[in-house]
């Protein structure tokens, strides 16, 4: 399983519009995006990708199953920071994921990573190597918005008569 994780700065007339731009920007604008909560699945692979590269495949309002961090400024000269902080324990691949955001770089770093720490710490994990991908921008008249995403799995609605199977990848 390959998670992709992109950053995306988007402008737009109001913060909603701005965080829309960004998802424009990422490539998963076009998908309901349903967020998750720390955990990456054993033997996952997380890469960069400058956009989503599924973002063509499935239908208008499928679910993207994904994590993020995002944070909209609204007043000229403030800075936009977000960001996620990821690892995965050797051997086994299964990891954590989390997401902050800031108005300084070296302010949302520091949180990122001890964050990532302290969930390896209460899960009593080893911890493996602290990636991080990190956006910033600055507010400069119209409403901005930093996203980093990691986008986990596509699924497409099923058949409403069935709940949908959460292991189902195929894309209809």
Known sequence: MKLYVCNAIGRGATAAAAFDAATVEAGIARFNIVRLHSSIPEGAEVQPAAR???????????????????????????????????????????????????????????????????LFAV??????????????????????CALVVCCYQLVAWADWSQPPDPRDDRLE
């Open 123 to 144: 899960r009593r994990l080893d911890l493996g190597t602290v990636h991080t991908s990190i956006v910033g921008a600055m507010c400069v008249g119209a409403p901005t």
């Open 52 to 118: 989503y590269p599924f973002e063509h495949q499935g239908r208008w309002g499928d679910r993207l199953y994904a994590s993020y961090a995002a944070t909209t400024a609204i007043r000229p000269g403030q800075q936009v920071w977000a960001g996620l902080a990821w690892s995965q324990q050797p051997g086994t691949g299964r990891g954590l994921i989390v997401g902050h955001h800031s108005d300084r770089r070296q302010s949302l770093l520091e949180n990122l990573h001890a964050a990532v720490e302290d």
